[in-house]
Each structure stands twice: as C-alpha cells, then as structure tokens.
C-alpha cells in the first residue's frame, strides 16, 4: 500500500491511523507508543505553561515536529469563543494553520456542540484555518462542515475515552455517501477490531487516543492498532463478499466419487 | 534604577521591571519562544514582536505551548479501572 497515501488540503499521510498524546504514564511512553503505531499525525492540547517548574520537560522534545504533523486541538473548549481562541492561540505556538476543531457541548458526554462548531468553523476558515472538525455522527452536519470549507470531517464512533466502538455504523456509511471529503472516524475506538471496522465500513482514517493509552500495555497496544487499521484499510480496498444466510460451497462437488 | 512593576504571568501575579519585553522575561524563565503562543491583554503576539513589545503595569500574560492531549479532559489512569469485557 505504498501509494495509498491520504491526502486532505494538499498534505499527505502515509498512516491512516492518527493518535492523541493524552494520558500517557510520561514521555517516553508516548513516545514509544506513537513510534509503535506507526502514525505520522499526532494530536496536541494547547496549555499554559507551567512557569513555576521550568524544570518540566517539553513534549515537542519527543516528538519531533520535522518529523510528525502536529494537529493541535481545541480541546476543553465549551463556547465558539473559546475554541477559536485556542486555535489562535495553536496557530501561534505552532507553525501551520491545521487545528482539529472541537467545541464541546457537554461534560458528561463530550458530545460536540454542533451549533457551535459549525460557527467556530465558519470564523476560522475565514481566517485561514484549515479547519478539521470532530463533529457527532450526523451527516447533515457532515455537509455543513463540508459545505463551510472543512477539507475532511472527523465524526465519533462512540463518546470520548468511552471505548464503546462504531455505536452507529449505518450513520457513517451515510456520512461516507454524503460528503466527499476525507472521513477520519474520531474517539470511541476500544480494541483492534473497532479501528478495523471503521476502515473496512470506508473510513479513510481512525484517530483514537485512550484505546492505546489506555490500554495495559499501550506499546503493544499501539502496535495492534497500526495493524488494525491496515487491514481494514486492505479488506475494505479489496471489496467483501456479500453476506448470504446460506453455505456456498467452497470445494468443487465435480470429481467427487 | 528600573522601576518595579507588577503583571500577571498565566494568572499569577509577577514582579518584572519597567521596559522589560516580552522576549527578555521569556528567556528569564527559561522558556523557548519558538515553542509558545503569548497572549498580552488578549492580543495574540507576533513571535517576531516578542522582543519589541515592552509590558506595563497591570498587562496580563498568558504564556501557552503544546501538552499530550487527543480529548477534551484529562481522565488519567484510573480509566483502566473499568474494564467491561463486553457491552451488549
């Protein structure tokens, strides 16, 4: 699959599975967990930084930006304001326009404020952003999104963290048959076979955080995931057979005695 | 002598001195300013401006730069606490 490279706005990706940096045990761990997966995009948090104890070491001194694409999000952002605060702010840490717009509606769910999210976009693609919204499942809003600027779309499988898997497959297909962008199905994956499913449905990537940090051994973890979404990518490309509740034989009855 | 003033660093109030910039108080906290978002009064600073923007008394700083994340809080490790083998 050496020229099954994901392109969205211009950028290519060899990995079509993409991984948060949240939650690890510390650095070294993230490090390995990512390098494990495989993935060349990696997501980011925008935070203060702890003047107190500059001792603290710095997660850009372990993933090397040269060699991953950061995409910073607007995580923890509940208002339109705040998330296109943080993305400005992302901007200016960073070097590129890329953000993965998140405007959240609820704490208890992490749900995406559609409503928001739809405006926040509108302000920041205005403003240059290439915007990738973690949006619900919804493929009206797919399209809006689309429709605004947004060069792919990243709706969930299940709620943040929750590992619950794809809750609602037929609405993703819809999704994959509504808007022709790049679809990177966001949050929710569990296990191996969840982020294989995404791809084998037509997902075109799987960004997941806590199903590897998560995880006992989120090293290995990682590793299962790298693979996961290759095959699924590999099945999905080479076109299931159709399911019948009837056997088809596979051995030939001709030549039998 | 420099003149005292007081401003506030990511929301805690700091002594800096009079015509000090931004640049200078970067480097003064040891912070790589190729590596951070600052925010002064809510303006978002050009990195290249660091050095010509002086701070008054009273400014607000907010000094931002990228950690681990990939959700919207941060749940730590207990999450491995609950560990369903299925949900059906």
């Known amino acids: 699959m050496g020229d099954d490279r994901l392109s969205i706005a211009g950028r290519e990706f060899k990995s079509r ?6 939650k690890y045990k510390d650095f070294v761990e993230t490090q390995k967990a990512i390098e494990a997966s495989g993935a060349d995009v990696v997501t980011v948090a925008v935070r203060r930084v702890n003047i107190t104890d500059r001792s603290k070491e710095n997660l850009l001194d372990y993933i090397d930006p040269k060699r991953y694409t950061i995409l910073p999000n607007t995580a923890g952002c509940y208002t339109v304001e705040d998330a296109v605060r943080y993305a400005r702010l992302a901007r200016a840490a960073g070097v590129s326009d890329l953000v993965k717009l998140e405007v959240i509606g609820d704490e208890r769910t992490l749900f995406p404020d559609t409503a928001g999210l739809i405006e926040a976009a509108k302000i920041l693609i205005k403003e240059g952003f290439v915007v990738l919204p973690y949006t619900n499942d919804d493929p009206i809003v797919a399209k809006k999104l689309v429709d605004l600027g947004c060069p792919a779309v990243m709706p969930l499988a299940a709620p943040i963290g ?3 898997g794809i809750r609602n497959p037929y609405n993703l297909r819809i999704i994959m048959e509504t808007v022709h962008v790049p679809i990177i199905v966001d949050a ?5 076979s969840d982020a294989a ?12 955080n806590t199903a590897i940090a998560g995880a006992q051994d989120p090293i290995a973890m990682a590793e299962a995931m790298k693979y996961a979404v290759h095959a699924g990518r590999l099945a999905f490309k ?17 030549g039998m005695l | 002598m420099e003149e005292a003033i007081q401003i506030q660093v990511n929301g805690e109030s700091r002594v800096w001195r009079s015509g000090g910039t931004v640049g200078e108080l970067l480097r003064e906290l040891n912070i790589r300013a190729d590596r951070v978002a600052v925010e002064l009064n809510l ?17 607000r700083l907010e000094i931002l730069s990228f950690i681990g994340g990939g959700s919207p809080k941060d749940h730590n490790r207990s ?3 609950i560990r369903w083998a299925t949900i059906v």
């Open chain 1, 17 to 22: 599975l993409w991984v948060g940096t949240g």
């Open chain 1, 162 to 164: 929750s590992g619950l």
């Open chain 1, 188 to 192: 929710g994956v569990g296990t191996a």
């Open chain 1, 197 to 208: 499913l995404a791809m084998e449905y037509g997902a075109d990537a799987v960004l997941m």
């Open chain 1, 238 to 254: 080479a076109g299931r057979i159709p399911r019948k509740l009837y056997a088809t034989a596979s051995s030939p009855i001709e």
């Open chain 2, 43 to 59: 303006e978002i600073l050009d990195r290249n401006d660091f050095d010509r923007r002086s701070l008054t008394p009273g400014d």
């Open chain 2, 79 to 81: 999450i491995r606490s």
